[in-house]
């Protein structure tokens, strides 16, 4: 098995700086790269300046051709108008066995005030390719400090797009899903909703699009003969951008766009077919499904390249020009003899709640609500941004030394309200070993001199699970205090990695408050195992 592993290094490139990959864009927004009615920047040809940034910084890493394997879902904050300044930059934060994610910020400024303004930030997966087409072993990526967050927030990433990539499988592995609309009788099916008295009814079989395109030479990769990623992703745009328009009363603006997931090459020469259509309407916005297909001239079975979906929203515009919404023209209800309509318009308001989930954790540094109701329609984004808070505040270089003693420091760091605390500890015990025992969390209370009890609530999957703790009242109170927990065991990925238990209140149902306990809210919290260099003992905080 060592002589397995070592040979597998010898194959690997050496490592590379994290800096040796960034990329910086700069595009002046153009008419011809606007929305007629808006000038606001039409969301494919942003897209695709995304998705040449981040192929740009995969090559730059790997130093060979790279394609585009998928893109995270993204949020857009604002759009760009006509004679702004967009800056797009992009590095990659780590590097896998064959494929590496690319972190790409998106800014814009007006060109007299060098005021940059956050447009979006988007996560792109590549792999790197040769005309042989078998895989690439990639050099890893040795990160600077300002870039350790991103670079251990990766491997989690990953684990959750893979989670996502089986699901979206599952899903829209139907080729009558987008491609026919027409549906068996389902009038025995009840709609969930009924429209305002003051709207239109239109049923989304109505909105749907279908566009061909040609792919010639100029929409290829320049390396070879595959389609370009962001092309495809242009021409995404566009057709639900068409879709939308027969629904929302403004020209709509792309808000919102679900993870793209490239199951297979397009190259030049296809005939790609884009279908679209409007799945559900909301108040001032439209979720619009998308499927890409390709064929060759004499192919009789289309190859599925992807599907997705993309959130309008309707905006007008004020006398000062800044946008305002404004509600929906026509309410899309699904066609009631049509039982893939109706399944698409069920879904669509599972998404809309999981990305309101996902807007309220990005438009906040720190959530508002110390303890969200436990739901696994949500556990992902919960369990990501419970390990997300407590590596951040690890990886923090600020921090105020308040005691030093032996082997142990405290510190401390303040961003305004929030006041956190560091408790530092260097054992002589290997990492592994201390790791170990800490998530044995079962045996707490014989080393947690006030903890009474520890209770697993829900199991999710092997490394999660929410736990109910009580705890004997502290030196000078009355109550004794419990805490309902989110528990996120993550052990080192590779040598030199930090393991890490992390814990946040939530709210569970199988967890009511007790008369007798005062609940106690937690917001962060957790411990951090990491390797002494050059040693087998370990530094814990």
């Known amino acids: 098995m060592a002589t397995v592993e070592h040979q597998q290094q010898r194959d690997r490139p050496p490592p590379k700086s994290s800096a040796t990959s960034k990329v910086e ?35 730059r890493h790997c130093e060979k051709s790279c394609v585009t394997v998928s893109m995270d879902g993204v949020y857009f904050d604002r759009t760009p108008r006509v004679g702004n300044i967009v800056i797009l930059k992009a590095q990659v934060t780590r590097a896998f066995d064959s494929s590496m994610e690319v972190l790409v910020q998106v800014t814009c400024e007006e060109r007299t005030a060098r005021v940059p303004k956050i447009v979006c930030k988007a996560y792109l997966t590549f792999i790197a ?27 989690e990433r990953r684990a959750n797009r893979l989670k996502l990539t089986n699901t979206i499988r599952n899903r829209c592995d139907q080729p009558e899903s987008y491609r026919s609309f027409v549906g068996s009788s389902g009038s025995d099916l009840r709609l969930p909703m009924s429209p305002r008295r003051t709207q239109t009814v239109q049923y989304s079989d109505h909105t749907q699009v279908s566009s061909i395109e040609l792919v010639l030479p100029q929409h290829g990769n320049h390396h070879q003969s595959v389609t370009f990623g962001g092309q ?71 190859r599925h390249i992807n599907t997705s979906f993309l959130t309008f929203t309707c905006k007008g515009v004020d006398a000062d020009g ?98 956190c605390m560091q408790l530092r500890v260097e054992v002589d015990v290997p990492a592994p070993q201390v790791f170990k025992n800490i998530c044995d969390q079962q045996a707490r ?34 109550r004794e205090r419990d805490f309902v927990l989110l528990m996120s065991a993550r052990p080192a990925k590779a040598d030199g990695d930090a393991s890490s238990l992390c814990f946040r ?37």
Not at 448 to 471: F, N, P, W
């Open 129 to 155: 390719r040769l005309k042989e087409k078998k895989k690439v072993k990639l050099p890893l990526v040795l990160p600077e400090s300002g870039d350790r967050a991103e670079y251990h927030l990766a491997a």
């Open 25 to 59: 864009m700069q595009q002046l927004i153009l008419p011809r790269d606007a929305d007629v009615e808006s000038e606001r920047l039409h969301s494919g040809q942003l897209l695709k300046w995304i998705d040449i940034a981040a192929c740009l910084a995969a090559e």
């Open 505 to 541: 209140s939530v709210e569970h149902q199988r967890a009511p408050p007790l008369q007798d306990f005062e609940r106690g809210m937690l917001p962060c919290s957790g411990y951090v195992v990491e390797p002494r260099c050059g040693t087998s003992s370990s530094s814990s905080s």
């Open 232 to 302: 495809i992703m242009e021409w995404m745009a566009t057709s639900c951008f068409i879709a939308a328009s027969r629904v929302l009363s403004h020209c709509p603006v792309l808000q919102a766009i679900d993870m793209v997931r490239f199951r297979q090459e397009s190259h030049i020469g296809d005939r790609l077919t884009i279908y679209a259509q409007v799945n559900r309407s909301f108040v001032d916005s439209v979720e619009v499904g998308c499927r890409v297909e390709a064929a060759m001239v004499g192919e009789t079975t289309p």
């Open 322 to 419: 800044s946008s305002t919404s404004s509600a929906t023209a026509v309410a899309v209800l699904p066609n009631p003899a049509n039982r893939e309509d109706i399944r698409r318009y069920e879904e669509a308001l599972i998404r809309y709640h999981l990305r309101l989930e996902r807007l309220a954790y990005l438009e906040s540094a720190v959530d508002t609500t110390l303890a969200p109701a436990w739901s696994g329609a949500i556990a992902d984004h919960l369990i990501l941004s419970n390990y997300e808070r407590v590596m951040k505040w690890h990886l923090e270089e600020e921090w105020q030394t308040i005691m030093t003693e032996d082997n142990i420091v405290l510190s401390k760091h303040q961003t305004g309200d929030v006041l």
């Open 445 to 478: 209370p014989s080393w947690d001199m006030l903890c009474k009890s520890l209770t697993v609530v829900e199991q999710y999957g092997s490394r999660d699970a929410v736990v109910h703790i009580k705890y004997a009242p502290m030196p000078g109170e009355q």
